[in-house]
């Protein structure tokens, strides 16, 4: 009830569901919220915030009581544990037949800003992403403390967690995509670095890795790679290397892989969005390479006056 008292002063309210459920007030933990049911009920109104809830679909989902009557009851009880734990009145609008998040509260969400990141991002290939939807992927992807509500096993929560670890991994994609295009290399195998602890024989990955380590000047690096792949996908799934991989294998064997050459592994079927993407990523890095130019020469002219 303390807490309940102090409502006016509370400043912010935050919830992160990646890795262990928190509930922060002020910076602080909210420890009244205890664990258990009332949590999961919290979570699950905030996984799932753009829609009402009946009671009834709830208790059941959550219980799972012998009878509807008994579920309904611990409900209750639940909804008044975590409405006398919560520090902001109106968090959850309750309804007689209804639950759900109140869409005028005031709170932070990782959830929701890594899934609003994401969405300004989907569709778009990571070589075509501007500054400032990658700004958004990078700190999305720093939300990432890990997987959602580590250590629940309710089929939901389950369900959640795959969804938004695939949703991750897609982002890392894009991150990497976008960090090659722009030779920065050493932040794009950090982030393929990432991606293979949640999936080491993920093929697409290792190659990135591949063609980062030989343009950044590692060969023997990227040769190493392709031996952790063909490892990865043997113990994995006791397949050997795609056609794609070995081709890319060949070319840094024999130290003839190009970004011209490079683009037939990404690309090998040839259609028509392959082929603008080769060039788009030639020009953008030929357009790099001459801003490089024009500011050595401006900072050489600087000097001589």
Not at 71 to 88: D, G
Not at 121 to 149: K, M, N, T
Not at 285 to 300: G, Y
Request: aromatic residues 8%; glycine residues 6%; proline residues 3%.
């Amino acid at each position: 009830m303390g807490r309940r008292s102090e409502a006016n002063a509370v400043t912010e309210l935050s919830f992160r569901l990646f890795g262990k459920f928190t509930a922060l007030c002020d910076g602080e933990q909210i420890e009244e919220l205890g664990s258990g049911k009332a949590q999961e009920l919290l979570a699950y109104l905030l996984i799932y915030r753009d829609r009402p809830h009946p009671r009834e679909s709830l208790a059941e989902l959550l219980w799972q009581a012998p009878s509807g009557a008994t579920a309904k009851k611990y409900l209750r009880q639940v909804l008044w544990q975590m409405q006398q734990a919560l520090p902001i009145e109106g968090l959850i609008d309750n309804q007689p037949d209804w639950i759900r998040i109140s869409r005028e509260a005031n709170y932070q969400l990782d959830v929701a800003e890594f899934e609003q990141a994401f969405s300004r991002a989907r569709g778009v290939p990571g070589q075509q992403l501007d500054s400032r939807v990658v700004a958004g992927l990078e700190q999305a992807a720093a939300l990432y403390r890990g997987d959602l509500l580590e250590g629940w096993y309710s089929d939901w929560s389950i369900f959640e967690r795959e969804r938004l670890q695939n949703t991750w991994l897609a982002m890392l994609d894009k991150l990497m995509s976008y960090c090659e295009i722009r030779q920065d290399y050493e932040a794009g195998q950090a982030y393929g670095i990432q991606v293979l602890r949640i999936d080491r024989a993920r093929e697409q990955t290792h190659r990135r890795l591949m063609r980062m380590a030989y343009l950044a000047g590692d060969r023997t690096g990227a040769l190493r790679q392709y031996e952790r792949c063909a490892q990865a996908l043997k113990e994995e799934l006791g397949v050997r290397p795609s056609r794609q991989t070995e081709e890319l294998h060949r070319l840094v064997q024999n130290d003839a892989l190009d970004v011209a050459r490079d683009t037939v592994t990404q690309n090998p079927k040839g259609t028509v969005s392959g082929r603008i993407d080769q060039l788009r990523i030639i020009l953008t890095q030929f357009r790099d390479r001459i801003n490089k130019d024009l500011d050595t020469l401006e900072h050489a002219l600087t000097d001589a006056e």
